[in-house]
């Protein structure tokens, strides 16, 4: 099992939707996760981090997590044209501080 | 600088030559990560350093690969006798850590290595 798994997609939602993203992680000692945002061609840009069990929530995005299940998702509410990127979830390792991302999966919202 | 520097934004090079690629941290950031990303791939660890110390280098693929943090600030990605397979973007980050959780990395813009 990969230790950080995302859907590649590409995951199309209209315009004005909610776009739910998801993330799976094998070391359930994992304590800190994180969702980046990146456009093409660009580096990843820190959207949100979350680092308990339940749902943080910043303007347009949640983030969720439940770590018996070892799944954290980001929803996307309104989603705007300027969403289509590429997100990325980061997970730290229990046994040291690094962190692994998964490949991403890749948003488009359909104007 | 406010955010992390790296140089130079872009490297051509011939197979088999010998490169070097820098990355300047956010200023305090004591943990600093070097990542390796092709095209439709995420970010692939390569080595993490704490301080002066690299507190895990499982991620460099070969012994042509190495880094160093001589002072705790900036660090450089040596890689020798460069081959194609060589060819991403490099991706530095440094973030804070504190206790047992990770502060958040902070991203440079990359270095896009191309090896002829």
């Known amino acids: 099992q990969k230790e950080v798994e995302q859907n590649s997609g590409p995951l199309s939602v209209p315009e004005g939707a909610i776009a739910s993203l998801n993330c799976t992680y094998s070391?359930?000692?994992?304590?800190?996760f994180f969702w980046y945002r990146q456009y093409s061609g660009k580096s990843p840009e820190l959207i949100m981090s979350?680092?308990?069990?339940g749902d943080k929530e910043d303007g347009r995005f949640t983030a969720q997590l439940n770590k018996a299940s070892q799944y954290v998702s980001l929803l996307i509410r309104d989603s705007q044209p300027s969403d289509s990127a590429t997100y990325l979830c980061?997970?730290?390792?229990?046994?040291?501080?690094?962190?692994?991302f998964g490949k991403g999966t890749r948003l488009h919202i359909l104007p | 600088g406010a955010g992390v520097s790296q140089t130079p934004s872009n490297k051509v090079t011939e197979k088999g030559k010998y490169v070097e690629l820098r990355c300047d941290p956010i200023?305090?950031?004591?943990?600093l990560y070097w990542y390796r990303q092709s095209l439709g791939q995420g970010p692939e660890f390569l080595i993490y350093?704490?301080?002066?110390?690299?507190?895990?280098d499982s991620g460099l693929p070969n012994d042509r690969f190495f880094a160093v943090r001589p002072e705790g600030s900036v660090s450089t990605l040596k890689i020798q006798r460069t081959e194609r397979g060589d060819s991403a973007v490099y991706l530095c980050?440094?973030?804070?850590?504190?206790?047992?959780?990770?502060?958040?990395?902070?991203f440079g813009d990359g270095t896009r290595l191309s090896i002829l």
């Open positions: 070391d359930r000692g994992s304590q800190s």
């Open positions: 200023s305090g950031h004591t943990a």
């Open positions: 979350i680092y308990s069990n």
């Open positions: 980061a997970v730290n390792l229990n046994r040291d501080d690094k962190i692994i």
């Open positions: 350093f704490q301080g002066t110390g690299a507190a895990d």
């Open positions: 980050a440094s973030s804070l850590t504190t206790g047992t959780s990770n502060q958040p990395q902070h």
